[in-house]
């Protein structure tokens, strides 16, 4: 423990001087987003269905180009009485270099989905994996609007199959930079 702690304190000057997005001078450090999102996928008994929910992902960049996120997305619509879905996932982020005023990055996380009734005490808890490509758009220094078009997730089932899923956010991104925000 004493060594994950010692290397982790050695890796903070590496990561106080990263950025991400390529901003002139220093880029951002991390970042927060908040989407909208739809998901169109299948259901237990692999039927098709559309969900609407949201997500919440925080990023922590390591280098210029690549980060750290982490997930949390709650989808839920009438799939059966009330059924939603709870996503925490987390993984790498490549940040790709600016085209036309905007910031390309691709993305992979791992995690977990969990499956709730209304009326019932029935959880469950499966296996995702995901991975996406989106878009940034600087509005502001700190301000950014994010759109991910393209995502799939698939999660496996209790009984075995793997569900496919495809889904799509936007919303906006706050960036914070060390220091005093000075570009």
Do not use: C
């Not at 299948?42 to 990023?59: K, N």
């Amino acid at each position: 423990m004493k060594g994950i702690l010692l290397a982790a304190l050695l890796a903070l000057p590496s990561v106080a001087s990263s950025q991400a997005i390529a901003f002139p001078g220093h880029g951002p450090v991390g970042s927060l987003t908040a989407t909208a999102s739809y998901m169109y996928g299948e259901s237990q008994d692999l039927t098709a269905h559309t969900l609407w929910g949201w997500s919440a992902v925080p990023e922590f960049n390591i280098t210029r180009r690549i980060g750290v996120q982490a997930e949390i997305g709650s989808y839920y619509e009438h799939i059966s009485p009330g059924q939603s879905r709870l996503v925490l996932s987390a993984g790498p982020r490549y940040n790709f270099a600016p085209k036309f005023k905007f910031w390309p990055f691709a993305y992979a996380e791992g995690g977990e989905m969990r499956l709730t009734f209304k009326g019932s005490n029935y959880r469950d808890w499966d296996p995702v994996a995901r991975v996406g490509v989106g878009f940034e758009r600087r509005l502001a220094r700190n301000i950014s609007v994010t759109v991910i078009p393209a995502e799939y997730l698939a999660h496996n089932l209790d009984s075995g199959p793997w569900v496919h899923n495809f889904s799509a956010h936007a919303g906006f991104t706050y960036n914070f930079y060390r220091g005093h925000g000075h570009e």
